[in-house]
């Protein structure tokens, strides 16, 4: 692999200028956080749930975030709902597969959902992925198991079987499509000690596809400008509750310099 740039920079500025409504059905825990990180971007969120307004409200979206991290049998209905709608209108459908691997209602919930609607990114961590990919690993909760497999390969299995990108996130970010992949060396330790970064890596993830469709270099652009923002807010850090605060603050005055100074891409 060797390294390359890539122009997150000006996908941001892009989304700060077009505002793309981002429709979430999300995870209850985190939805707060997934809705100010929008924001910050220069997105709209918006979280509606209803099975009975998530089709229109999809059709005013350019992209829609699906999270089963906080899971019902009527959540799974309103997501297909929503995700119907938004294939009708071809705008890109993120799907966290959160806490794919740690129990069989997750794990169905993924597999019909992939299997009724087209789903245009699916990210989890190595456990979530490798589950839904087939193999047999269990997730802790929602933290990543242990998973002894060349993940690269799991991802690249994946994309070809379901015709999507797959973004894996974790000490190194591994994203695929068909045909490329990237791996992103971002991101700082300090994450893992936050609820909710996942979550709002799969909303960044959402609006920065809302204004690019190619859908792998668009994930890869929104991974780097997440975690460059997550570097630069761990030294301003003491501990989580800092470093969270921090990073809404380092997102949101991001420059082009730092940006491209920081980034670590690899293809």
């Not at 975030?65 to 049998?73: A, E, F, R, W, Y």
Request: charged share 20%.
């Amino acid at each position: 692999m060797s390294k390359i740039k890539i122009d997150a920079y000006s996908l941001l500025q892009k989304i700060k200028m077009q505002k793309p409504l981002v429709h979430h059905l999300t995870n209850w825990v985190t939805i707060y956080d997934c809705a100010n990180i929008v924001k910050v971007l220069g997105g709209s969120p918006v979280m509606a749930h209803a099975k009975e307004e998530v089709a229109e409200m999809a059709k005013i979206a350019s992209a829609l975030i699906l999270n089963i991290g906080t899971l019902t049998v009527d959540f799974i209905e309103a997501m297909k709902i929503a995700a119907q709608s938004a294939n009708e209108k071809g705008i890109p459908v993120v799907l966290d597969v959160c806490g794919a691997g740690a129990t069989h209602l997750r794990d169905e919930a993924s597999f019909s959902l992939l299997g009724s609607v087209k789903i245009d990114i699916i990210k989890g961590n190595a456990s979530e992925i490798a589950r839904i990919t087939g193999e047999k690993v269990k997730t802790k909760g929602v933290d990543a198991g242990t998973v002894e497999k060349d993940m690269l390969l799991i991802a690249k299995r994946l994309a070809k079987k379901r015709q999507c990108t797959v973004v894996i996130t974790g000490k190194e970010d591994i994203i695929v499509d068909t045909q490329k992949h990237y791996i992103v060396k971002n991101g700082h330790e300090l994450m893992t000690h936050v609820v909710g970064t996942g979550c709002m890596a799969a909303s960044v993830i959402g609006v920065f596809a809302a204004v690019d469709r190619n859908l792998a270099y668009a994930a890869t652009a929104a991974l780097v400008v997440f975690e460059v923002a997550a570097q630069l807010a761990a030294e301003k850090s003491k501990g989580p509750a800092a470093f969270k605060n921090a990073l809404f603050d380092c997102l949101f005055n991001l420059d082009k310099q730092t940006v491209e100074k920081m980034q670590n891409v690899s293809q």
